[in-house]
């Protein structure tokens, strides 16, 4: 009987967690999307070798977040206020502040590298844990959003074509790569057995990704009149936005 009853707590702790990567995954896609649309700009045509992968991933994506995200953001977004989820976006932006320190400084961006870590300290402690974006307003210390696609990019190495990923939506061959980069900074990947971090990582994923979503609900309501081509949209607004970015960081 006691070993019956650990198998059960056993299946019901992986469905548990199996849920919660789900969720992560489903709250990034829709995160990634809305960014999209809100970064498109005038069209243009680019190539898409990966275009039958891409479209009939992009649309499992979008009916994901349809019936899926959206609903769960919406809940949240009737229990907690605005401004308090607002505080909450502040939290989980200074948390990821590891990758953006690292990729300022392997583009030998010294001032934004010791920016990014006087801002996590200053927000960290007179910012109530992250909760209070103080730096800015009260020192003048800006965020310097950076990425290891973008370093790539820094460093000459092409976009590639445009791949729309599970889950996670608009990017490129690059990017993608830069994504798991990214990942595997995080310290919890490699201090915690994976058996803990993996679920830990999921959870803090799917909260953050919820509780943007929820901040931009309204993204979406009138999908159906960017229906004629939703995805040509999506795509032009991350193209232009990552290449300006690439413009930025030029030598």
């Given at each position: 009987m006691a070993v019956s009853a650990l198998r059960t707590e056993i299946i019901n702790v992986?469905?548990?967690?199996?849920?919660?990567?789900?969720?992560?995954?489903?709250?990034?896609?829709?995160?990634?999307?809305?960014?999209?649309?809100?970064?498109q700009a005038g069209s243009e045509t680019y190539s898409d070798p990966l275009a039958p992968f891409n479209e009939k991933m992009f649309w499992i994506n979008l009916k994901l977040d349809k019936y899926i995200m959206r609903p769960v953001a919406t809940g949240y977004a009737d229990v907690l206020p605005e401004d308090v989820r607002r505080h909450i976006g502040n939290f989980w932006d200074n948390v990821g502040v590891i990758?953006?320190?690292?990729?300022?400084?392997?583009?030998?961006?010294?001032?934004?590298?010791?920016?990014?870590?006087?801002?996590?300290?200053?927000?960290?402690?007179?910012?109530?844990?992250?909760?209070?974006?103080?730096?800015?307003?009260?020192?003048?210390?800006?965020e310097h959003d950076e990425d290891f696609g973008l370093t790539m990019g820094?460093?000459?190495?092409?976009?590639?074509?445009?791949?729309?990923?599970?889950?996670?939506?608009?990017?490129?061959?690059?990017?993608?790569?830069?994504?798991?980069?990214?990942?595997?900074?995080?310290?919890m990947s490699y201090t915690l057995p994976w058996y803990i971090s993996l679920p830990?990582?999921?959870?803090?994923?799917?909260?953050?990704?919820?509780?943007?979503?929820?901040?931009?609900?309204?993204?979406f309501e009138d999908v159906d009149r960017y229906a004629v081509d939703l995805y040509g949209a999506v795509q032009d607004g991350y193209i232009q936005r990552r290449r300006k970015r690439e413009a930025e960081n030029t030598f």
């Open positions: 992986k469905k548990i967690l199996i849920g919660i990567i789900f969720l992560s995954f489903i709250g990034a896609a829709g995160a990634a999307l809305a960014a999209g649309i809100g970064d990758p953006r320190f690292a990729n300022n400084l392997f583009q030998l961006k010294m001032v934004p590298a010791g920016t990014e870590v006087s801002r996590f300290l200053i927000n960290s402690t007179l910012g109530g844990a992250g909760f209070f974006d103080v730096a800015d307003p009260w020192f003048g210390l800006k820094h460093y000459g190495v092409p976009m590639g074509p445009y791949l729309v990923l599970p889950f996670y939506g608009p990017s490129s061959i690059r990017d993608a790569l830069g994504r798991a980069a990214d990942g595997a900074m995080n310290p830990a990582q999921a959870g803090a994923t799917a909260a953050s990704a919820i509780n943007y979503r929820s901040l931009n609900l309204q993204l």
